[in-house]
């Protein structure tokens, strides 16, 4: 059974920083791809980074390329999302993603977090 808990969301200025962190509980999760994703008010729920389960390459939306960065620490089964150069328009609710296929980069995004929340004052 995966469980995804996501911490670390707040306000903030726009052009500071924040880090999230997404806990997943499991054996899976240093076999599985990892992703965040982001729902702002009245908009859809849209993808932002996603990491590969062997952590060596990552994937951005082009609205947060160059701006976000997401790793992983297989050790503390966590998965981080660096946040710098906020704009208001990275208010949303985070979301942390798990991959249902072990050893691969292909398959559905099977398990979700709770969301946490992340708003940039102008």
């Known amino acids: 059974q995966v469980q995804l808990v996501e911490s670390g969301g707040g306000l903030v200025q726009a052009g500071g920083s924040l880090r999230l962190s997404c806990a997943a509980s499991?054996?899976?999760?240093?076999?599985?791809?990892m992703g965040w994703f982001r729902q702002a008010p009245g908009k859809e729920r849209e993808f932002a980074a996603a990491?590969?389960?062997?952590?060596?390459?990552?994937t951005y939306a082009d609205s947060v390329k160059g701006r976000f960065t997401i790793s992983r620490d297989n050790a503390k089964n966590t998965v981080y999302l660096q946040m710098n150069s906020l704009e208001p328009e990275d208010t949303a609710v985070y979301y942390c993603?798990?991959?249902?296929?072990?050893?691969?980069?292909?398959?559905?995004?099977?398990?979700w977090g709770q969301g946490t929340q992340v708003t940039v004052s102008s």
């Open positions: 993603a798990q991959n249902g296929a072990s050893f691969s980069d292909h398959g559905p995004w099977s398990y």
């Open positions: 499991g054996r899976t999760f240093s076999i599985s791809k």
């Open positions: 990491i590969s389960w062997s952590g060596d390459s990552t």
